[in-house]
Each structure stands twice: as structure tokens, then as C-alpha cells.
């Protein structure tokens, strides 16, 4: 059975982690008038994130305004148009998601840099998942959200031949690329959520990118 809407515990976690980090945004201008508008911008993309969170992958500016509690001319104040506000808030999460991935140490034994890795990006991919679903509808005429989405792509692969250095140092050029790309699309959004729909929990669909990164770098 596909999955729904509802949170597991990893969503929970995820979820917990960015409505904690809220107010963590750029420092708020001192400004009355600049720190009411940064505000009334940061209430505009919760407001959006929530309707993701719960299913509405493609909410009118009525819904968003009212989620919001502003008036729908806010909205376009702010941020101009509808896709302005999709690029904002995709920059915001990815942001966000990334800061959440510690650094791995590549002396580590690989045990552990799987673990780790494999770890972080269960969370992240999860956490994104409303927001990366909602994007697609709308990135084929977005040049925006395409270039946030490939900046997001392109941290995720620098990860993967930072922490992996050691092995694939020990491959030649051709292998070494074709195992960066096997890691990085069994690591990217596209799998999991090919996992998460198919019916699989996080922590089995945890379980098979660790099966896969654990392929590609054995003996």
C-alpha cells in the first residue's frame, strides 16, 4: 500500500527540527517597517510549508493568505508572484537540509561513514519530501526552482567524494564516476521517495539505501 500523508517518527523529528529553526532565519533588520515585512515573508512560507506538510501540493494564494492570517495582497507584495514564493521557500528548506548534514570524518572506518551518511540523508530526505513533491509540479516552468534544486543536487554529490574519498581514490576515473553517480542517485530524493511510495517506512527505506551505498563500496 502507498503511503499517505500521515508523520512517522522520522517526519515528527524532521518536522520538530524546522519549526525549532523558525525564527533562525537571516537577523531580523532592527527597522520596524524592514523587520514587520521579514516577519510577514516568514509567516507567508510557513504558511505554505504547513499546506505541503499536509498534502496540498498545490494551494491557491487564498489558502496560503489565509493559513497565513494576512490579506491575499500581502502575498504578492512580498514576493510577486506564485513562483517567487515556491523558490523562496525550496531555498529555505535546502538550505536548511543541508545544514543538517554534519561533517563525516573520511578517516573513519567505512562501517561508520555509511552509517553516518546513509543516517543524514534518511532525515533530510524525508524532512524535504512535501516541498520537493510540490516542486515538481511546478519546476518545468521554473528556472528557479530547477537551479535550486540542481544546487542541492551538486552539495549532496560533493558530500559523497568527500566522505567516500578513500575508496574511490582506489578506482580509475571511469569507475570512480560511475560509482559517484550510483551513490548519488541511490542517495538523492528520487529513491526514497521511489521507496516511501511503494510502501516502505523510513526505516526500511533507510535500510536499502544502506544496502545499496554498502554494494557499490564493497570489495
Known amino acids: 500500500m502507498a503511503t499517505t500523508g500521515k508523520r512517522t517518527s522520522t517526519k515528527a523529528t524532521a518536522v520538530s527540527a524546522r519549526d525549532a529553526e523558525t525564527d533562525a532565519e537571516a537577523p531580523i533588520p532592527t527597522d520596524g517597517r524592514a523587520a514587520r515585512a521579514?516577519?510577514?515573508?516568514?509567516?507567508?512560507?510557513?504558511a505554505l510549508l504547513s499546506l505541503l506538510d499536509e498534502g496540498d501540493l498545490q494551494p491557491p494564494a487564498t489558502?496560503?493568505?489565509?493559513?497565513?492570517?494576512?490579506?491575499?495582497?500581502?502575498?504578492?507584495?512580498h514576493f510577486g508572484d506564485l513562483e517567487s514564493l515556491y523558490r523562496a521557500t525550496a531555498n529555505r528548506e535546502a538550505e536548511r537540509?543541508?545544514?543538517?548534514?554534519?561533517?563525516?570524518?573520511?578517516?573513519?572506518a567505512l562501517?561508520?561513514?555509511?552509517?553516518?551518511?546513509?543516517?543524514q540523508r534518511a532525515l533530510m530526505l524525508e524532512w524535504i519530501t512535501p516541498v520537493r513533491r510540490a516542486a515538481l509540479l511546478q519546476e518545468p516552468f521554473s528556472p528557479g526552482l530547477t537551479a535550486a534544486r540542481d544546487a542541492f543536487y551538486a552539495i549532496g554529490e560533493e558530500q559523497i567524494r568527500e566522505v567516500?574519498?578513500?575508496?574511490?581514490?582506489?578506482?580509475?576515473?571511469a569507475r570512480r564516476e560511475a560509482v559517484v553517480s550510483a551513490l548519488h542517485g541511490t542517495l538523492s530524493w528520487g529513491c526514497w521517495n521511489d521507496l516511501r511510495i511503494s510502501g516502505r517506512d523510513p526505516?526500511?527505506?533507510a535500510a536499502a539505501l544502506d544496502a545499496c551505498v554498502r554494494a557499490l563500496l564493497g570489495p
Open 203 to 205: 526505516e526500511s527505506a
Open 164 to 173: 567516500f574519498g578513500p575508496e574511490l581514490a582506489e578506482l580509475d576515473h
Open 97 to 108: 537540509a543541508a545544514a543538517m548534514a554534519d561533517a563525516i570524518d573520511p578517516s573513519l
Open 111 to 119: 562501517d561508520e561513514r555509511i552509517a553516518g551518511v546513509v543516517a
Open 63 to 77: 489558502r496560503i493568505a489565509k493559513r497565513a492570517g494576512i490579506s491575499l495582497r500581502l502575498i504578492y507584495h
Open 38 to 46: 521579514q516577519k510577514t515573508r516568514t509567516a507567508i512560507v510557513d
